[in-house]
C-alpha cells in the first residue's frame, strides 16, 4: 500500500481505539460519536485533499462539493459506520467529479472505512429525494465537507425550501418506508433478539422524527424543534436519553465484534449486563434487568415517534369538516364522529386530567369502535404525565371494568393506559411487568407485550368462523376472560411458581375491583390454571380416559371449561410467530371435545363402556371387509385379521382412523398367516396436524422400546422432526406410531410456485419407510450420523445463553399404570433418539411419548414400567433413572 493510504490507516486505528478508551470510561453515548465524526471527517478531507492535488488548477473544482449525509451527516456514527458521502456537480464538472469519486473510492476502502458514494447534480439529487423517501431521509441531514460551499449552500437552501413545499406527500412517504422497514427488523419493540438501529423505538423512530421535522419545518435538529414548539419538552427530554443510550449500545456492538453489528443477540445481552453493572433483583435475572432499561427507552421513543408523526399527518380540513358535520353528542363533553371520538375543546384540559372521564372516553371509543382524534388523546397523554398516582375510586373502576367488557379495540386502547401508567394505578403489580423480558426463545415478547397481544388475539375470535370463535362468543362475562388475559402472567418476575404468584394477586386484584365473590373465585382460578390445557394435551395421552377424567375433574364446569380453553389459545397465540401450530390448535380442541362429551353425556372417551369405542370397533371391521373385497384377501386373511381387532386395546382403536387401522391389521394378519417376519412399515399424510405418520409394526420377543429406539433414530438421521409417537403393544407386536414434519416429503404443486399450495410426495415418505425397514431390522447395523444443520452466523448462539435448568420429572399420580416421566431440555439434533436408547438400556418398557418444541426447548413426555408392569417409585431406581437421561440430555 502507498504510504499515504498507511498513514491514513493508522490514524483510522489510533482513532479508533482513543474512542474505545472513551467508552470504556462510560462518556456519554453522543460524545463517542461526535468522536468519531470527527476522526471520519479528517480521515475524509486526508483522502480529498490527496485525491484534488493533481487538479488544483481545474477550473471545474468550483462546480463540485463534497457532502456527508446519512449518519455521517448528522454525526451519530457508530465504531464501524460507513461514511455515507455525495459529490454535488455542475453539469459540466461531472466528469471530475467521477474521476474523484474513484480515487475516494479506493483510498476509503483501503484505508478501512467503507464508502457509499453517489454522484448527483442538484436538480437529479432534488428529483430523486422528491420521490424516493430513503434518498430524501439521507439528504435531509447533509453536511458540507470540502469543496465549493457557494454550490452546497444554494443547493441545501434550494432542497430545504423545496421539502416544506411537498411536506404532506414527504411525510407520507417517509412514514411508509419505516413501516416497511419495520415490518422486516421487527414490529414491536419488545423483540427478544433486537435491531438497535431499525428494530421499532430504536434509533432509527428518533431518525424518523427528524426527517419529517425537516420536511415540516425545515429543521432535523430536536433541540431546534423543541424551541419551533414541534416537540413537547417531555418527550424532547425522553428522547435524548434514550439517544444516548442506544448509541452507547451500538457503539458497545461495534467494539465488541470489530464491524458493523447492530443486532443484540441473548449471549451480548447477558454480557453487556455484567460488564454495565446489572445485578438484578428477586427473580429477575441482571440480563433481564438490563433488557427492561432497553425496552424502557424504546417504548418512549416509540410512543414519541408515534404522536409526532400523527401530528405530521393531520386529516385533511374536508375530512375534519365531515367528523364535524357527521358529529353527535355522546354527553355534555364527548363528541362522535363516522371514524373517531374526541371531547370538546372548552372543557379538554379539566376532561384530559380526570381519570373517571379518560377511562369513560376510553370505553365509549372501545364500544363504537371509533378512534380517539390526536388532539384530545395528546392532551390526556400530557395530563396524565403530570398527575400524581392515586387510588382509583368507584368510578375509575366501574369505568375499567366497563372497558374491558367488549372486545372493539381493546387491546389497543389498554396498550395507551400502559403508556400513560395507569394500568398500574388500577393494579399495581403490574408495574413489574412492564418490559419484563422472558429470557428464552420460546417467548417472543416482553410479559406486559405478551399480555396485550394475548387481549387481542382473544378480541380477535369475534369475527372467527371456527370452533374456537364461537366459543368465544358465548362467554358472557367477556371483562373475566379478558381481565385474566391481561394479568395471567403478572406473576412473573418473582422466585415463586408464576402461576401460584399470579393467582394470589388476582385474588388482590378482584378485591381491589369490588368483583363478585363468584367473579373472583374464577379469575383466580383461571390465572392459577392458565397452564392446565398445555400441560394435558401437549403432554399427555388424551385417549386414556383417567387423563381427560382427572382434567374434567380439574375444570369442574363447561362454562369454566370453554373459558379455559379460550384463555389457552389466546395465551399460545400471543408467545410468537407460528408458535400456535395446527398441530397444538388440534390437541387443544381434541381435548375441549373430549372433555365437553364427558360434561354432556357422561361418556368417558376411551373407557371400556365409551359407546364410541364400539362404533369405532364396528367401522374398523367394515373396512376390514371391504378391503378385503377390493384385494380379493382370502377368508382365513380377513378372519386373521378380525381376531387382532377383537384384542386390539381400547387405546388404539380410539386413535387412529378406521381405514387406516384397518390397513395395518391386514398387514399384520397376512404376515401372520405367511410365517413371514421383518418390520411392517407404512407412511400417510396426516392434515389434521400437517405431517406425515410413519406406523412401524414389528414381532419382538424382547421390550418394545428396542423398536422405537431403533425407529427414532432412524428417523431423526434422515432429517426429519418427531412431534408425537404412541406406542401400543398387541399380543407380541410392537405397535408404534410417529407423526413426524419432513420438507423433503413435500413439493410444490407448480415447481418453482412459492403461491401454490405443496402436496405430499408419498414416494419420499415410502423411501424413508424402506430406510426404517432396513435399520430396525439390523439391529447390528450402525444408525448413520446425524445430519448437520447449518444456522445462519447471526443467529446461531453459544449455550451460555440457555439458563432454564434441564429437568426430569416422575409423576405416578395422575395414571395408575404407569409412571409418567417429563423431560425439559434444549432441544437439539437426535436428542429423542439418545432418550429412547437410554430408556432400552434401562430396561424401561415405553406405553407413550409426546413430543412437546417450544422452538429452543422442548417437553418430551414418556409412558414407562418397569420389565414386570409395575411403575418406577423406588427412590434409588428414580434417581439411576434420572441421572441416566441428565446425562443424555446435558
Wanted: charged share 30%.
Amino acid at each position: 500500500m502507498r504510504p499515504f493510504v498507511l498513514r491514513c490507516r493508522h490514524l483510522l486505528e489510533e482513532g479508533r481505539e482513543k474512542a474505545y478508551a472513551l467508552h470504556r470510561q462510560g462518556t456519554l453515548g453522543m460524545q463517542v460519536s461526535t468522536q468519531l465524526a470527527d476522526l471520519y471527517d479528517e480521515v475524509v478531507l486526508e483522502v480529498w485533499n490527496e485525491a484534488v492535488a493533481e487538479h488544483g488548477d481545474d477550473d471545474r473544482l468550483s462546480g463540485v462539493s463534497l457532502i456527508a449525509h446519512g449518519g455521517f451527516g448528522r454525526r451519530d456514527l457508530a465504531p464501524y459506520s460507513d461514511a455515507d458521502l455525495m459529490l454535488l456537480s455542475m453539469r459540466d464538472s461531472e466528469g471530475l467529479a467521477t474521476k474523484l469519486a474513484g480515487n475516494l473510492t479506493r483510498d476509503l476502502s483501503d484505508i478501512g472505512i467503507d464508502p457509499g458514494l453517489s454522484i448527483r447534480t442538484p436538480s437529479e439529487a432534488c428529483s430523486l429525494s422528491w420521490s424516493d423517501a430513503v434518498v430524501f431521509s439521507s439528504l435531509a441531514e447533509s453536511r458540507f465537507l470540502a469543496g465549493s460551499l457557494q454550490l452546497y449552500k444554494k443547493f441545501f437552501d434550494h432542497y430545504r425550501h423545496g421539502s416544506i413545499r411537498r411536506s404532506r406527500r414527504l411525510v407520507k412517504n417517509i412514514v411508509a418506508a419505516r413501516q416497511e422497514e419495520r415490518e422486516k427488523w421487527g414490529e414491536t419493540n419488545y423483540l427478544l433478539r433486537p435491531n438497535v438501529k431499525r428494530s421499532r423505538g430504536a434509533l432509527r423512530d428518533i431518525q424518523l422524527i427528524r426527517w419529517i421535522g425537516f420536511a415540516r419545518f425545515g429543521e432535523t435538529d430536536l433541540d431546534r424543534l423543541l424551541k419551533l414548539g414541534a416537540l413537547p419538552e417531555d418527550d424532547f427530554r425522553l428522547l435524548r436519553n434514550a439517544y444516548g443510550f442506544m448509541l452507547r449500545l451500538r457503539h458497545e456492538l461495534h467494539f465488541r465484534s470489530g464491524k458493523s453489528q447492530d443486532v443484540l443477540d441473548r449471549a451480548t445481552q447477558m454480557e453487556i449486563a455484567a460488564e454495565w453493572g446489572y445485578e438484578g433483583t428477586e427473580g429477575v435475572l441482571p440480563v433481564e434487568q438490563f433488557m427492561q432499561d432497553y425496552f424502557e427507552k424504546t417504548r418512549e421513543v416509540r410512543y414519541s415517534a408515534a404522536y409526532f408523526v400523527e401530528d405530521a399527518r393531520s386529516q385533511p380540513l374536508l375530512s375534519r369538516i365531515v367528523e364535524r358535520v357527521f358529529s353527535r353528542k355522546i354527553d355534555d363533553k364527548i363528541l362522535m364522529g363516522p371514524t373517531s371520538i374526541w371531547v370538546r375543546n372548552d372543557s379538554l384540559e379539566s376532561f384530559a386530567s380526570n381519570l373517571p372521564d379518560v377511562l369513560r372516553l376510553m370505553s365509549f371509543a372501545n364500544q363504537h369502535r371509533r378512534r380517539i382524534q390526536h388532539k384530545t388523546w395528546l392532551a390526556i397523554r400530557l395530563a396524565m404525565r403530570d398527575r400524581e398516582p392515586s387510588q382509583p375510586d368507584s368510578e375509575s373502576i366501574e369505568a375499567f371494568l366497563s372497558l374491558l367488557s367488549r372486545p372493539g379495540r381493546l387491546a389497543s386502547l389498554l396498550r395507551r393506559l400502559h403508556e400513560l401508567r395507569l394500568i398500574e394505578q388500577i393494579i399495581p403489580e403490574f408495574a413489574r411487568m412492564r418490559g419484563l423480558l422472558q429470557f428464552n426463545a420460546y417467548h417472543k415478547y416482553t410479559v406486559d407485550a405478551h399480555s396485550f397481544l394475548a387481549v387481542e388475539a382473544a378480541t380477535d375470535l369475534e369475527n372467527s368462523e371456527g370452533g374456537m370463535g364461537r366459543r368465544y362468543r358465548r362467554i358472557e362475562d367477556k371483562r373475566l376472560l379478558h381481565l385474566a388475559l391481561l394479568i395471567h402472567d403478572i406473576g412473573k418476575g418473582y422466585e415463586e411458581d408464576h402461576c401460584i404468584v399470579g393467582a394470589e394477586i388476582a385474588r388482590r386484584t378482584a378485591e381491589r375491583l369490588n368483583l363478585d365473590s363468584s367473579t373472583a373465585e374464577t379469575l383466580e382460578w383461571l390465572v392459577l390454571k392458565h397452564l392446565a390445557v398445555n400441560v394435558v394435551a401437549f403432554r399427555h395421552d388424551l385417549s386414556d380416559p383417567q387423563i381427560v377424567l382427572s382434567f374434567a375433574a380439574e375444570v369442574g364446569s363447561i362454562r369454566r371449561l370453554e373459558l379455559l380453553v379460550v384463555h389457552t389459545y389466546a395465551d399460545l397465540k400471543a408467545v410468537g410467530p407460528g408458535v400456535a401450530t395446527d398441530w397444538k390448535v388440534n390437541l387443544i380442541e381434541d381435548l375441549y371435545r373430549r372433555t365437553r362429551r364427558y360434561f354432556d353425556s357422561g361418556d368417558l372417551p376411551g373407557s371400556p363402556d365409551d359407546p364410541e369405542v364400539e362404533r369405532n370397533r364396528t367401522r374398523i371391521r367394515e373396512s376390514i371387509f371391504e378391503l378385503g373385497k377390493k384385494n380379493a384377501s382370502s377368508s382365513e386373511e380377513t378372519e386373521a385379521a378380525e381376531n387382532l381387532l377383537s384384542r386390539l386395546p381400547f387405546s388404539l382403536i380410539t386413535r387412529g382412523d378406521p381405514e387406516s387401522l384397518a390397513e395395518e391389521i391386514i398387514l399384520v394378519a397376512k404376515q401372520k398367516l405367511s410365517g413371514e417376519s421383518g418390520t411392517i412399515c407404512t407412511a400417510k399424510y396426516d392434515p389434521a396436524i400437517n405431517a406425515t405418520r410413519y406406523t412401524v409394526i414389528r414381532q419382538e420377543d424382547s421390550l418394545s422400546i428396542g423398536t422405537f429406539s431403533r425407529a427414532t433414530g432412524a428417523l431423526s438421521t434422515s432429517g426429519l422432526s418427531i412431534l408425537r409417537a404412541q406406542i401400543e403393544t398387541v399380543d407380541d407386536y410392537a405397535w408404534d406410531h410417529f407423526w413426524a414434519t419432513d420438507p423433503n416429503a413435500m413439493k410444490p404443486l407448480v415447481p418453482n410456485d412459492p403461491a401454490t399450495a405443496p402436496v405430499f410426495d408419498q414416494r419420499r415418505a415410502d423411501q424413508v419407510c424402506e430406510r426404517l425397514r432396513s435399520l430396525i431390522d439390523s439391529p447390528d447395523l450402525p444408525l448413520p450420523p446425524h445430519r448437520k444443520t447449518w444456522k445462519a452466523a447471526d443467529i446461531a448462539e453459544p449455550e451460555s445463553v440457555n439458563l432454564l435448568p434441564k429437568k426430569v420429572v416422575f409423576d405416578n399420580d395422575t395414571i395408575e399404570r404407569y409412571t409418567i416421566i417429563s423431560i425439559f431440555a434444549y432441544d437439539e439434533v437426535g436428542l429423542l433418539s439418545r432418550i429412547a436408547a437410554t430408556l432400552t438400556k434401562l430396561r424401561l418398557v415405553l406405553s407413550f411419548a409426546k413430543i412437546d418444541t417450544h422452538l429452543d426447548q422442548v417437553a418430551d413426555v414418556f409412558y414407562v414400567s418397569e420389565s414386570d408392569g409395575s411403575r418406577i417409585t423406588n427412590s434409588d431406581r428414580q434417581s439411576e433413572v434420572r441421572q441416566a437421561l441428565l446425562d443424555v440430555i446435558g
